[in-house]
């Protein structure tokens, strides 16, 4: 791109580049950090990746009555035990 103000501030390939080190060091970062960055991308996709449906979020219904109204038999324990004053 041609500037209107001044030669010197046209945007040319040479005027644009960053200084070599830089572009060196930018380098050796790339270079060290981007392998590092994909194992934890593929390490991520091997954590996650089984499927979940929305059956995994519903609770899981209680036991329900006999159709036939009748309480099951209490055991042993709920026999003897006093009866609890719960909601009072």
């Known amino acids: 791109m041609v500037s209107s103000t001044n030669a010197a501030y ?3 390939v ?5 200084p070599p ?3 060196k060091a930018i380098t050796i970062v790339v270079v060290v950090f981007l392998p590092l960055v ?3 991308q593929a390490w991520t996709y091997y954590v996650f990746r089984r499927r979940v449906s929305t059956s995994e979020f519903q609770p899981v219904p ?7 109204g009748h309480r099951p038999a209490a055991t042993p324990e709920e026999a003897t035990s006093p009866p609890s004053r719960r909601g009072t």
């Open 10 to 12: 046209n945007l040319t």
């Open 14 to 18: 040479h005027n644009t580049a960053s």
């Open 21 to 23: 080190y830089t572009l």
């Open 38 to 40: 994909l194992l934890y």
């Open 62 to 68: 209680e036991p329900s009555t006999p159709s036939d």
